[in-house]
């Protein structure tokens, strides 16, 4: 049986920020992966980065400091 659980979901305006974000976060070994955006947010390009919630300080500072534009940073229930 399928269980949901809480992710930290970062939304984006546009792809680049998005393709950007996931080499940047890969290299910092800040664990996800690129999804659609789930239904209940809404962004721009349609793309977002998923990982644990316990990551949000960690990725926000990375973002910060390679320029990389986000839209949201929010707590989403997925299904995993």
Known sequence: ???SRDFLVITF???ADAMAAEKVLTQQHI???IIPI????????GLS????AEEKEKAA???EAAG?????MEM???WV
């Open 1 to 3: 049986m399928r269980e």
């Open 13 to 15: 305006s546009q792809t």
């Open 31 to 33: 664990p996800g992966r």
């Open 38 to 45: 789930p239904r209940q947010l809404s962004a721009g390009c």
């Open 49 to 52: 980065w998923k990982t644990e």
């Open 61 to 63: 500072r990375c973002l």
């Open 68 to 72: 990389i534009r986000w839209h949201e």
């Open 76 to 78: 989403v229930r997925l």
